[in-house]
């Protein structure tokens, strides 16, 4: 049994190679002609010199957190902290340096058609997905298989949750800087090249085309890389260090069933792995633009992967927790995985219904712009909080399932002391996490493939191509937008269940450095509904600081491309010869989004330390607060944002007077609006909230 | 000392008095001319015939009520709630009577100077005023004097409590009712007659002019009084419930001072009601229309009920426990209730920063219009989130310094107990909440004054008078516009502390329905995560349907308003003798936001009745999580939705272009999206919290 790790290492590992496969296989297309080349080096070399800031900014903050980690915990968990971050951030370097290959490569091969171009987009989102799920996975087995297996360190199971911190501050300043830097040069690059100087998108006259194109890449790609690394790594974190705990603190209920418990969620991490390496293979483009038959063969890999990871995940149950008479141990965690892995799916459908044009919410939203940008706002806004409530619901349904099979499961290994059949529930919802997650090599895939698709679209434009590759590269692209909903189901679903897992691994590491002293959590102690309140608040706040920021930097762009269209002559007429200043804009929103990162991204750390070294109980009461609002704000956020973007394309596409009607104006105010919803202040604050309870976690006996 | 209610029940009957006498001098002043006569009258009556159909529909949800109460705790308890219910209707439609005789007579008052239109709208406002605070503690004392005093009835807190529940009822419907038939109309009257036919706001012409002139009325004058009433009421019963359940439970700690402990929010009650008659007849106009000398005058009144039931509260405390050697007792109770009062004032202090155009949020909003409506549209959710953070962190300094005052003063009274102090403490937080409230009779006075002084621009406006007497009219309205931030201080801190001790009574009832198991509330405990999950998205749900209430709404009403253009000759071009059939407008706003209020008023008493009925543990962590959520939207929904509307006023004043300007089209957007979060979502929340806890508190021994 103990072969798990090293199976899951061996997966990794095997994923990664896979990784470096379709890199040859990307590198080998041809880029196309100069013109293309140019630009995709232009791209290339914007995303790179911001990564390559953006990390230097985060090794500062990192190095705080090292130092602390050492001195509260153990130098090896500095170590493993290290790691985590640095792998993070070679997933999100790689991934991004595959991206912007493999956009300037799409574009020429869909000058041949779909069946052509399909593939390669993919393979250029696979590296990525590999990269993300490979690196994370092989990094925690190693620290796993290093300080656990090998030297049974006694803080074994602190150094690895600091391994998910070091993914989760990586994660969290890639979401808020990324998320920024796309919206910044988003706004910039359409209000006043598209509103103002009347020229369409991705114009090569615009000067901060190449900034939104590199947007899309920081964004999109490395931010969502470093996301899905974070979520992966967090969900097999949060039920071994749930475990440990427990057996910290009552070993006996769990004695026998220990190693099993531990391998678990390894091993299904292990078949994910597999089961997506399979699935990437199964995605082949056909000759049709039409949307149903690409959108099949792009989701054939991951539907395949998740048949088969269901199907293992019954066997790997069976085979670790089949020893016994009663079979409620492998069928109880089975049922936790998949209804994780169901809720998770069925999430992703609910944020499509709230965002696809195909739906009412989205048709009605396009409808309230007949009557201006209010109703259009408030219609997107009253969507959104609708989600909300529809979301919740589901995850409080997976959540229910997953408890009660984590429950039987317990009940049937450790009896029926109520302390083991509520660690029994709480399991049960960390393995719904990673149910989730574990075929996040092949979702990641699909999930990078959308700005791939999206910034090959761009090339073909600014290299003026013939309008038949743009066509091909639209189609491509529309179905990235759908397809992102399922990958983002998943990460928000697995945030709220692996946030939950983590805060009672939290609970429990305060009581086994105060044993007979457990945290308070009662709502009627006023220090713990102190901290509710203030974790309420808390992602109003973050959300606020986060929007603020993209105005910030959205308004030193817009000012730049005012400028240069001034002042540059010729350029706005497109006199042949004539270039704007495209790395001046580049530079510009580096250096902007790293700046405005810095508040948002150090509340999430400073907030539960300070607190934490208040008053512990307040702290709990703060990261349930956050949770529950925080969960809910992201939702509302998310969806708002998704569904006045479509609705903005669904005009476009037509619908309600099409592109330049007064209709369509009103639709770009509330995709205007929903931009830092849905790219920056959403996906941020599912980040947030993991990171303030892993920060809770990790210096838990320093607190106390 | 059993006397304290008497004095409390005179002090209502002399506000009540007083309200008949400002009534008789306002019925006196002339209404004006026969065309401003029969505007009033129109108003008056499209008011009338609202509060009428709402009443009627609000009876049959009420009979429900009055039905399950007397099963499940005593037909006396349905008699309480029904003289809640009855009393604060009444309240309501005397204040809006009278709101909609003095708005005529302001405006002819008006035709002499401020000194003589200032006290006219002052006084109708004090009538709603003192009618509210009057009526509210004389029917609450009634019920406990007869069932507490006289009766010394088993069931009698029960039965106090059920009165709140009855003026919640009425408040909550008037609310959403109120608060969707004004944006309704508004939006209807703004859409067509401002923007889509170019003629200025109460425009005779504009069939929806009355109708939105009703709205003033039903939703800023009968809502509000309706609300005030409940939090009132609410904010007296809190402690005293709190008290009643606690002796229940250990009559020991408590015996020596139980007396004490009942009357001391009675009296704080009765000092708070004379402070409020002497501080009316303060106000008193000036010859200017100068802001500041009109503002000084205004808030006389105000600051000096206060500064008296500052005095006052010290003086009560000691005399109820000034007893013993140690003055713990009587030192703790005021800070608490002085905390209270302080805190109040500077939430409305703060809702006042974020949304005046005095300081930087409103400046900066405005600002923002330059690039467009989006951007307008950010900055101010943003403003609205931060300010969230800000009224958040000011509410737990409340509820720290009131629970540590309290708690002081339990210590002293009761020993040290934990159990006692944690009473103690809760105590604290509710006698805070009616330092807040204590002064209600003259803080009403001046809110209601706001929506009088707007009617009487209206008129002013309709029947085409000299442009000085608008000028005249516009001081004074524009003033009604920062004043009623006190107010919404007051209400919304008293919103949380209020349902914060009822929540606290809600455990304590289950415990004495339950001895020895007592309401698990720990968050770690799956199912109180579940409700409290569940209960932070309750008002994302609940601010979208109200939203989308009034979205339909208006809709109706801007088809009608649309079809008279269209159909009556000579309307749209102000042909005399043409007039638009306002009563028809005012038909469908009245019968549209009737229909609309129903399913989130019933949202609010069914989801607690249900989920209380399922698991009672659950309930308790919904109640919890939709209070810290439902507050934080509620701020973030009437900040931003204030802000926007004055940073257009500040436009509109000249800044950034001016009126017609594009910068002005912007800020109007802003404006109709701030009008259902401001007038309908956000006030409605903090009754819907409070209905939700005392649903439950009521429900309690029905539950277990």
Avoid at 4 to 22: D, M, N
Avoid at 284 to 306: E, F, P, Q, R, Y
Avoid at 461 to 479: K, N
Avoid at 523 to 533: E, R
């Amino acid at each position: 049994m103990e072969i798990v790790p090293y199976l899951a290492l061996a997966s990794a590992l095997a994923g990664l190679g896979l990784a470096g496969y379709f890199f040859g296989l990307v590198k080998k297309e041809s880029p196309g002609d100069e013109r293309m080349v140019f630009l995709m080096t232009e791209i290339q070399n914007g995303a790179k010199a911001f990564l390559k800031q953006e990390y230097t900014w985060v090794s500062a903050f990192a190095l705080v957190m090292l130092v602390l980690i050492a001195i509260v915990i153990t130098p090896l968990a500095s170590i493993a902290y290290l790691l985590g971050a640095v792998l993070s951030a070679l997933a999100g370097y790689i991934g991004m340096t595959v991206a912007t290959m493999a956009n300037a490569r799409t574009t020429e091969a869909a000058k041949q058609g779909p069946a052509k171009a399909l593939p390669v987009a993919f393979r250029g989102g696979a590296v990525m997905g590999f990269a993300v799920a490979g690196l994370a996975l092989a990094g925690l087995m190693l620290v796993y298989i290093v300080f656990v297996t090998i030297m049974e360190h006694e803080k074994a199971f602190e150094i690895v949750t600091a391994y998910g911190l070091g993914a989760s501050t990586i994660a969290l300043f890639s979401r808020v800087g990324g998320g920024i830097y796309t919206k910044a040069a988003d706004v910039g690059a359409d209000l006043v090249g598209k509103v103002e100087a009347g020229i369409p998108e991705d114009d090569p006259r615009n000067p901060a085309t190449i900034a939104d194109n590199v947007g899309d890449n920081v964004g999109d790609v490395a931010g969502m890389g470093a996301d899905l690394f974070e979520s992966y790594a967090g969900s097999i974190i949060a039920p071994i260090s749930l475990v440990a705990f427990a057996l910290a603190l009552s070993a006996d209920d769990l004695a026998d069933n220990a190693t099993s418990l531990l391998m678990f969620p390894m091993a299904i991490a292990f078949v994910g792995m597999i089961a997506s390496i399979i699935g990437s293979f199964l995605v082949k483009g056909g000759d049709s633009t039409d949307s149903k038959a690409l959108s099949k063969a792009l989701h054939m890999g991951t539907n395949v992967a998740m048949a088969i990871t269901i199907v293992a995940t019954i066997g790997i149950a069976f085979w670790l927790f089949g020893g016994d008479d009663s079979f409620d141990a492998p069928i109880g965690l089975a049922i936790s995985v998949i209804g994780g892995l169901i809720i998770g799916w069925a999430l992703g459908k609910t944020a499509e219904y709230y965002t696809s044009d195909h739906f009412a919410p989205v048709k009605k939203i396009a409808a309230q712009t007949e009557t201006g940008p209010a109703t259009t706002i408030l219609s997107g806004i009253s969507a959104g909080m609708v989600s909300v409530a529809a979301s919740v619901v589901l995850v409080l349904i997976g959540i229910g399932i997953a408890f009660w099979g984590g429950e039987m499961a317990f009940e049937s290994i450790a009896g029926t002391s109520e302390n083991a059949a509520l660690t029994g529930g709480i399991y049960g919802i960390a393995v719904a996490a990673i149910g989730m997650l574990a075929t996040t090599g092949v979702v990641v895939s699909v999930d990078a493939y959308g700005p791939i698709a999206d910034n090959a679209g761009g090339i073909a434009e600014m290299a003026e191509l013939d309008p038949s590759v743009r066509e091909v590269t639209d189609a491509l692209d529309s179905l990235g937008n759908t397809t992102a909903a399922i990958a983002k189901g998943f990460a928000v679903g697995s945030a709220a269940l692996t946030a939950l897992a983590l805060f009672k691994s939290f609970e429990l590491a305060i009581l086994k450095e105060r044993p007979g002293n457990p945290l308070s959590l009662d709502i009627g102690d006023v220090d713990v509904f102190i901290g509710l309140f203030l974790g309420a608040a808390l992602p109003f706040l973050f959300a606020a600081l986060t929007i603020d920021a993209v105005g910030r930097a959205a308004y030193e762009m817009i000012e730049e491309v005012r400028r240069q269209f001034r002042e540059i002559p010729g350029l706005r007429e497109g006199k042949p010869g004539v270039n704007p200043d495209s790395a001046r804009c580049v530079a510009i929103s580096t250096k902007a989004s790293l700046k405005e990162m810095i508040i948002p991204g150090a509340l999430a750390v400073v907030v539960p330390l300070v607190v934490g070294f208040i008053d512990v109980d307040t702290l709990g009461g703060l990261l349930a607060g956050s949770l529950v609002t925080g969960f809910a704000l992201a939702i509302f956020m998310s969806n708002a944002g998704g569904a006045w973007d479509n609705a903005k394309k669904y005009i476009e596409a037509g619908a309600h007077g099409g592109k330049g009607s007064d209709n369509h104006k009103a639709a770009v105010v509330g995709d205007t609006v929903g931009d830092p919803f849905k790219d920056t202040s959403g996906p941020a604050m599912n980040i947030l909230l993991k990171v303030m309870t892993i920060v809770s976690l990790v210096f838990a006996s320093a607190f106390v």
